[in-house]
């Protein structure tokens, strides 16, 4: 079954659930480290404040949405859309939403755009993240590396 999703820009109530969101993307990273639950939290905490402020300064003037089911956030999608690319800075989903269809709706929207603007799509993905397959199954490429973050581009006409 499809889940139906909407989505809303971000407002300053939403940073509770963006830092959950945050951590949920974290958790199996954090897990082999031998810190205490609250030394955890604390480098998370310092890690979604640096990473969040980061996004609102570097990309000031994109899409930064919230993805909803049923009015309850579920995911995130920022989205800048430039002159000669479209550059996702980041989709996030709950873990109980992964894997359900819903990243790749958006992110073949994203593609139909791209289409419709003559302009490539581009994300920087970190070369063990499991959403990796998503992106290369959609047909995202490697275009370029810094350290463990790889550039993956999808070109309107690659299929």
């Known amino acids: 079954?499809?889940?139906i999703t909407t989505l809303r820009p971000i407002t300053d109530d939403d940073?509770?659930?963006l830092y959950h969101l945050y951590a949920s993307t974290r958790?199996?990273?954090l897990a082999v480290l031998d810190w205490t639950p609250q030394q955890k939290?604390?480098?998370l905490v310092m890690?979604?404040?640096a990473q969040h402020t980061f996004y609102m300064q570097e990309f000031a003037g994109s899409s930064f949405d919230i993805?909803?089911?049923n009015g309850q956030p579920i995911?995130?999608?920022y989205?800048?859309?430039r002159p000669d690319e479209i550059r996702i800075i980041d989709i996030a989903l709950l873990p109980e939403f992964r894997g359900r269809g819903i990243g790749s709706r958006y992110l073949t929207g994203i593609q139909q755009e791209s289409c419709q603007r003559g302009l490539p799509v581009r994300i920087h993905v970190e070369s063990n993240n499991p959403a990796m397959r998503l992106y290369q199954r959609l047909g995202f490429r490697k275009i370029d590396t810094n350290g463990v973050y790889w550039l993956m581009e999808w070109q309107p006409g690659d299929g």
Do not use: P, S, W, Y
Request: hydrophobic share 40%; glycine share 4%; no cysteine.
């Open 67 to 69: 993805i909803e089911h």
């Open 79 to 81: 989205v800048d859309h």
């Open 47 to 49: 890690q979604f404040k």
């Open 1 to 3: 079954m499809t889940l």
């Open 75 to 77: 995911g995130r999608l």
């Open 27 to 29: 958790e199996d990273e």
């Open 15 to 17: 940073d509770t659930f």
């Open 41 to 43: 939290e604390a480098f």
